[in-house]
């Protein structure tokens, strides 16, 4: 049984940092893709970032347009955790947000089987 289990979230001001963890456990792979999701209040679920499993020992990563250049995602193999790095937050970054992998390797930005309890981040103005 896939187990996730976000941490991290908070309230901070416009401009300041968060950083985001998800921790996996119950994966029958030793290395596979990992990706957040977010949903702000009246809105649909959205991909942010991934982490995704290439061959030859090593990740790539994935970022929706609207977070590339603040946001940072990577993962600590060892530990199976993922990490989010989000630098000048702003109020519009305001949702909780979502660990997510699929009972495979990949996790499509559709989203994977797997969903974590998510973790609120509030950005005030």
């Known amino acids: 049984q896939v187990q996730l289990v976000e941490s991290g979230g908070g309230l901070v001001q416009t401009g300041e940092s968060l950083r985001l963890s998800c921790v996996a456990s119950?994966?029958?792979?030793?290395?596979?893709?990992m990706a957040w999701f977010r949903q702000a209040p009246g809105k649909e679920r959205e991909f942010v970032a991934a982490?995704?499993?290439?061959?030859?020992?090593?990740?790539?990563?994935d970022y929706a347009a609207f977070v590339r250049g603040r946001f940072t995602v990577f993962k600590d193999n060892g530990k199976k955790t993922m990490y989010l790095q989000m630098n000048n937050l702003k109020p519009e970054d305001t949702a909780v947000y979502y660990c997510n992998v699929d009972s495979g390797l990949r996790v499509p930005r559709e989203g994977g089987a797997y969903w974590g309890r998510g973790t609120q981040v509030t950005v005030s103005s």
């Open positions: 982490v995704r499993w290439r061959s030859g020992r090593t990740y790539s990563t």
């Open positions: 119950g994966h029958t792979s030793e290395h596979f893709d």
